[in-house]
């Protein structure tokens, strides 16, 4: 019978079946054995369950391959679930037959480890409860992310991840030697978007992006995926109203399906349920004024660091807006603000509870020449932006668009320490294995 373990159904339809035998089949989670019988708990991508294997029932072989299976060993049962108040789960299986489909060799993984270890086995930590927790988040809020910018119009594209034109200011990029010309992995995928929306009106990407930032953060990933919508006709204002209404929409979403992973993160769902527009808009320069009366020592000019936007977001319950920042800490292709020419026409959304900032956004000049002026003031070499350049030479429409990256996201709604558990396998400065 447990040959046809394609038979073997979920544990969390074995909890609820009705004394008839069934067949599960998953990975030993835990066991101890006391007084003839060992009391194992397997986890399956539904549920854990206690099975009990009694020395009296199971046949010798069964026994002795059941007591010397490893942790995380695979393994077939086959019994009748008893309703049983005390079990975790409510209920419990009675084993009549099991098999160990692969026992191995012992787990590497005991009770207390160092991160840094976990982070070197994070191919076999990834089966962690927390971890499976978190990698389903994932899941849901790029789901999320789809079906909203789907339900209103927008079409996905795809990007090249090799490039030679980069975008943003500060940060640095991969280097890559491709076949004798020098290229770079992308930093955003923002240039491309922006090329097919004289076609496709309203676009995103969802790629990973590299940053070769030497920062040693909770919240900087050397690569993480980069949600990027670009749209035309939009401005400034009209871009923060879509943001505020894609970032609601995941954050409910997950609240209100999928309350018992809120739990094992101690989130509180309703807390997630409050994230609904409007955000608070405020202004660099208020945030600047506020960040002042708190104590900080800012001036005008100066960029927000982990710490100031700390201090901005940490009494507030939902994400908040700075917009208009200062040209020179912004990248090439955001326009001037004709009210403030210091400025330029952009937002940035910060998550609350310093979080930090989890969208960068803005206009984009449309204008061949404001945009020939503005690269040659921050020095980019034009002959790797001819193309991009071109799109201001046909046709060319007010436009704006924004990045949002995902994990940042993540760690935010599942109130995570560090980034590194948004992502199964994270590239941080000092790794990149597994
Ligand atoms: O603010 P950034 O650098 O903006 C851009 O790249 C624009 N081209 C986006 C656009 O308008 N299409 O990055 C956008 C977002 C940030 O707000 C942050 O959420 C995330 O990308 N991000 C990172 N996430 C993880 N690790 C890093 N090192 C990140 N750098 C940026
Ligand atoms: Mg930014």
């Not at 299986?93 to 840094?116: C, K």
């Not at 990029?173 to 770079?184: L, N, P």
């Not at 090329?195 to 995103?204: C, G």
Request: charged share 30%.
């Amino acid at each position: 019978m447990l040959d046809y373990y394609v038979n073997a159904g979920p544990i969390a339809d074995a909890l609820t079946s009705g004394g008839e035998a069934v067949i599960i089949r998953g990975w030993i989670h835990r066991k101890r054995s006391s007084g003839g019988k060992q009391f194992v708990i397997v986890r399956d991508r539904t549920a854990t369950i206690q099975c009990i294997v009694d020395k009296a029932k199971v046949s010798d072989a069964e026994w002795k391959a059941m007591d010397s299976a490893y942790l995380e060993s695979s393994i077939i049962l086959r019994g009748i679930v008893r309703k049983d108040e005390r079990a975790p789960g409510g209920a419990e299986m009675d084993v009549a037959e099991l098999r160990i489909v692969h026992s191995g060799e012992q787990f590497p993984i005991t009770e207390y480890q160092s991160p840094e270890f976990l982070l070197d086995v994070r191919h076999l930590w990834v089966r962690s409860q927390r971890l499976i927790k978190a990698m389903e988040t994932r899941s849901y809020v790029f789901r999320y992310a789809r079906k909203f910018l789907d339900k209103n119009g927008f079409y996905e594209i795809t990007p090249p991840l090799l490039t030679k034109a980069g975008g943003e200011t500060g940060a640095s990029m991969f280097e890559v030697d491709y076949f004798g010309q020098k290229a770079y992995l992308t930093e955003s995928s923002q240039l491309y978007a922006e090329a097919m929306i004289y076609s496709l009106e309203k676009v995103y990407s969802f790629a990973p992006s590299y940053r070769a930032e030497k920062s040693r953060t909770t919240k900087h990933l050397t690569e993480y995926w980069h949600l990027e919508p670009e749209m035309a006709y939009f401005n400034n204002a009209k871009n923060m109203k879509l943001q505020e209404k894609l970032v609601s929409y995941m954050a409910t979403s997950l609240a209100k399906e999928h309350e018992d992973i809120l739990q094992a993160f101690s989130v509180n769902k309703d807390d997630l349920l409050k994230i609904r527009p409007p955000f608070k808009r405020i202004t660099y320069e208020k945030a600047i004024d506020i960040l002042n009366q708190k104590g900080a020592k800012k001036q005008w000019g100066d960029d927000l660091g982990v710490e100031e936007e700390r201090m901005l977001t940490a009494e507030e319950d939902k994400p908040i807006f700075i917009y208009n920042w200062p040209k020179e800490i912004k990248a090439f292709y955001m326009p001037v603000n004709p009210k403030d020419p210091r400025t330029v026409l952009c937002a940035d959304m910060q998550a609350p509870h310093g979080h930090g900032e989890i969208i960068g956004s803005s206009e984009r000049i449309w204008k061949l020449d404001e945009l020939l002026e503005r690269m040659k003031e921050v020095h980019l070499n034009l002959e790797n932006y001819q193309w991009y350049i071109d799109l201001r030479k046909y046709g060319s429409v007010p436009h704006a668009g924004f990045g949002l990256g995902i994990e940042r996201v993540i760690k935010w709604l599942l109130n995570l320490d560090h980034i590194r558990d948004a992502i199964p396998f994270p590239r941080l400065i000092n790794r990149i294995s597994p």
